[in-house]
């Protein structure tokens, strides 16, 4: 079935540091990809989403790629800042109508 | 523009006593959903709805129950609760269904405490 399995964290980094999350998944079809984020005390928010193979979404910084072929969609950052601190969920729905969420990966980003 | 509003924001519950959890969206959006999230973990899917009238059961429905009376409303109802139902439940809703781009929104969600 459908699925996501996303990097295990937490990660810690210093400002200004390189950011990678890792997110491969499993679907029937060609979905479309989401990354949301999780400020501490609040819901889930989207960051970021791509609809379609070799598309690039953008947010704050943040980039990732729909790879069909490597079946990933990794979240990158070239310099994180403080306010980055958050959790982070990789996401896709199926055919049907439920969304798969991986299992968040915290992030900590230290002066 | 509210979005998906839950209410309440926090509440402390007995074992067995009952609750309802409010959620609504002023997006006309026909698809609903309640997840919880336990504390360090991922979000779990209780209950979702195509439209009103129309519910189903997720990964983790026992002790909740839901309805869908209207578009705008989709309670999550705890019958009975149990220290195992502390978390903090999220409510969302999309437009689309399916694999084509339509974004879940969420509320800010609800946290809950059984003692």
């Known amino acids: 079935g459908d699925s996501v399995t996303q990097m295990e964290g937490p990660v810690t980094l210093s400002e200004e540091a390189f950011l990678t999350i890792n997110c491969t998944y499993t679907a029937t079809g060609y979905p479309s990809l989401f990354w949301y984020v999780q400020y501490p005390g609040e819901g889930l928010q989207l960051l970021l989403k791509?609809?379609?193979?070799?598309d690039k979404g953008s947010n704050k910084g943040f980039e990732a790629t729909y790879r069909k072929e490597t079946t990933s969609f990794h979240l990158e950052k070239g310099s994180v800042q403080v306010s980055d601190s958050a959790v982070y969920f990789c996401?896709?729905?199926?055919?049907?109508?439920?969304?798969?969420f991986g299992t968040g990966t915290s992030l900590t980003v230290i002066p | 523009n509210a979005g998906v509003t839950q209410t309440p924001k926090f509440r402390i519950l007995k074992i067995g006593q009952s609750m309802t959890l409010q959620c609504t969206q002023d997006m006309n959006h026909n698809y609903m959903y309640w997840y919880r999230q336990d504390p360090g973990m991922g979000l779990k899917l209780i209950y979702y709805s195509v439209g009103a009238g129309i519910t189903d059961k997720g990964e983790v429905p026992n002790g909740y129950n839901v309805s869908r009376s209207t578009t705008e409303d989709f309670p999550l109802r705890l019958e009975l609760a149990a220290p195992s139902q502390t978390s903090v439940y999220f409510c969302a809703s999309r437009r689309t269904s399916g694999g084509s781009g339509g974004e879940l929104f969420f509320g800010e969600g609800s946290r809950l405490t059984v003692l």
């Open positions: 791509a609809t379609k193979a070799d």
């Open positions: 996401a896709l729905p199926n055919t049907g109508n439920q969304f798969y």
